[in-house]
């Protein structure tokens, strides 16, 4: 009898919400996926496992009624240490088929969507392809590597129809909404300023490798894909090829489209007026990355400005935060992170307002992942939390701070047309470069 009552007991929190679920036992997860109808399973594969892709599939399998049948990744030692981890978990591998060519996994027809967790660089393409092998996607940010890459990864959803969310998990956390929420009801008064900063102390500056044979297992040309061809170099490989333009860009796109993506919402705005840059690599100036290890961007919005501010090594942000978005308004300052949001009054305002620290109180991811399967159900794609669209555009937003830090110029947008006004720049940073056979997609 007792056991039968912690049965029930663990059965009714796993019915209130999904971020309870890595608390339970197997039997008791086993027995909700076990009650979803058949025409309710969603079966997925998984395009890239070392990294974000693995932690979007560990939320996904969370949600009753979602089976992983298929992994994907170019490195087969990677693939070898993920089945083991599901066999840690007492979750049944002998049906998952696995594969280096993401290509093959897509001609499954008993695949209903997609996760991808592949570098930037090639997540145009496999979004593109996967919506023409008719999959819903569930893509990490930033969505593409490029201005023109975010269009047409906008235009493919589009053409085919396919319920496509991008992995800004933020957006599906109760406190982020919340200070939304606070900041719509106009008590900040006129809000002049936007802060946006990123200190990771724990991401260091990379020092010098030499490249390297291959390691063995790793289909490096798949691994390359549309980037141009160069020799194995551990630097441009796992989790540190983010600091290369050939395949990301930095901290800007890493952490940025999460946190500008919140200024932006929190001001109702699109695209800037003007964007200009100013950073380098000054923790190492010796270091062999690309992308800045230090950066301040200035965007100029009609209304009010929008500051981005990041640094790698060091801890010590605003607030002595590492990372955060602060609204400056005229009665107060309203501060938001991943760990909650509080308001600090202004006190020369005679409206001055303060709000004590609300706390975040959920799971981002696995919400969002909720959210994602429940819009594959129901086909409300006006229901997504982060489609791709709206992450079209903040990675756009990101992909402005990165360009007038390469060009060295202050850059101004055409909204209408939807480019630079300079032509020089449109030409030399608007669209990634392609190689190796690979073409941009045309949708």
């Known amino acids: 009898m007792a056991s039968r009552k912690k049965f029930l007991q663990q059965a009714a929190v796993l019915t209130a919400g999904s971020f309870v679920l ?6 008791v997860f086993a027995y909700f996926k076990s009650r979803v109808a058949p025409s309710d399973q969603i079966n997925i594969g998984v395009i890239g496992i070392n990294g974000m892709g693995w932690s979007d599939a560990m939320a996904a399998i969370k949600v009753p009624g979602v089976n992983i049948v298929a992994l994907c990744d170019v490195d087969q030692n990677v693939i070898s240490r993920r089945l083991a981890d599901l066999t840690k978990q007492n979750i049944p ?21 997609v996760i991808i967790g592949t570098p930037d660089h090639w997540h145009c393409l496999q979004m593109v392809h996967a919506c023409q092998a008719g999959k819903d996607i569930y893509v990490e940010k930033p969505v593409g590597n490029s201005i023109t890459e975010c269009r047409i990864m906008m235009a493919a959803q589009q053409q085919h129809n396919r319920v496509v969310q991008a992995g800004q998990w933020q957006r599906s956390q109760q406190h982020f909404r919340d200070a939304l929420d606070f900041i719509y ?33 790793v289909d490096y040309t798949k691994w390359l894909g549309p980037a141009q061809m160069r020799p194995f170099n551990s630097n441009r490989f796992h989790f540190t090829w983010r600091w290369f333009w050939d395949y990301a860009g930095g901290l800007m796109t890493d952490w940025g489209v999460h946190l500008l993506d919140y200024a932006l919402m929190g001001m109702k705005a699109t695209v800037p007026v003007s964007i200009s840059s100013i ?3 000054f923790a190492d100036p010796a270091s062999p990355q690309e992308a800045p290890d230090t950066m301040s961007v200035s965007y100029q919005f009609e209304h009010f ?9 060091i801890e010590n942000g ?10 400056i308004g005229n009665n107060g300052t309203l501060e938001l992170d991943r760990g909650g949001w509080e308001v600090f009054e202004e006190s020369r305002s005679d409206k001055k307002v303060t709000v004590a620290h609300r706390p975040s109180v959920d799971n981002g991811l696995n919400k969002h992942m909720e ?22 555009d903040i990675a756009t937003l990101s992909q402005m701070g990165n360009i007038a830090f390469r060009s060295g110029e202050k ?16 030409k030399r940073y608007l669209t990634a470069a392609y190689h190796n056979g690979y073409k941009l997609p045309k949708v």
């Open 22 to 27: 890595p608390a339970l036992n197997n039997s």
């Open 279 to 281: 950073g380098g690599n």
């Open 318 to 327: 605003l607030f002595r935060k590492e990372h955060g978005i602060a609204f």
């Open 371 to 392: 959210n994602f399967f429940s819009v594959v159900r129901s086909r409300k794609t006006e229901e997504l939390h982060c489609p791709i669209t709206a992450a079209a």
């Open 411 to 426: 850059l101004y947008w055409d909204k209408e047309a939807g480019k630079f006004t300079e032509k020089s720049i449109n």
């Open 305 to 313: 400005n929008l500051l981005w501010d990041h640094a790698i090594g």
């Open 93 to 113: 591998t002998a049906g998952i088929k696995t594969y280096n060519d993401y290509r093959e996994l897509l001609d499954r027809k008993d695949i209903d969507a």
């Open 185 to 217: 009801s106009g008590q900040l008064g006129n809000i002049r300023t936007v802060k946006v900063w990123c200190y990771l102390g724990w991401k260091k500056p990379l020092s010098f490798v030499a490249d390297s044979p291959v390691p063995d297992g």
